[in-house]
Every structure is written in structure tokens, then in C-alpha cells.
């Protein structure tokens, strides 16, 4: 859901046969962003996650951070 009125919408319904499978994890970002990183990237990957993030309808650097976590998350499980 992109909007508080459609979210609003969504739980004014009657959610007691909802099928919870269909629902996807969500990663809230709660610690504060207090480093700032510049590095060079081919312009083809800028591009890349700026139309998955469109895709997904979040913003580009946000995406960045959880694929940065994820791959830390993957280091730390091998």
C-alpha cells in the first residue's frame, strides 16, 4: 500500500478470513542514518536498482541499504 488512505482502507475491512501467506516481511528502517557514503558504481547498476526500487515503489537508496544488509546478513550465515 502506497498511501494512508489506502492502508486505512485496508483495515477498516473485516480481516478475521485474511490469508496472512499472501503478505510479504517488511524491513522498517528505524536507526538514524548518520553516515554518509560516496563511492563509484557503473551508471548500469545505479539504473538497475533505481527501476527495481520504482518496481517495488520505494525509494533508490533505501533499496540499497537492504541489499547491503542482506549481503552482510549472507556473510554472517556461510
Known amino acids: 500500500m502506497k498511501t494512508d488512505e ?5 483495515l477498516e475491512q473485516d480481516l478475521s478470513d485474511l490469508d496472512f501467506s ?3 516481511p517488511f524491513r522498517f528502517e528505524f536507526e538514524n542514518k548518520t ?3 560516496n563511492m563509484r558504481m557503473p551508471q548500469s547498476q545505479i539504473d ?3 527501476a527495481e526500487a ?4 520505494m525509494p533508490y537508496q533505501r533499496l540499497m541499504r537492504e541489499l ?3 549481503g552482510l546478513e549472507d ?3 556461510s
Open 75 to 77: 556473510l554472517k550465515a
Open 6 to 10: 489506502e492502508l486505512e482502507a485496508f
Open 22 to 24: 499472501q503478505f510479504k
Open 35 to 37: 553516515a554518509r557514503v
Open 48 to 50: 538497475a536498482v533505481k
Open 54 to 57: 520504482k518496481k517495488r515503489g
Open 68 to 70: 547491503v544488509q542482506r
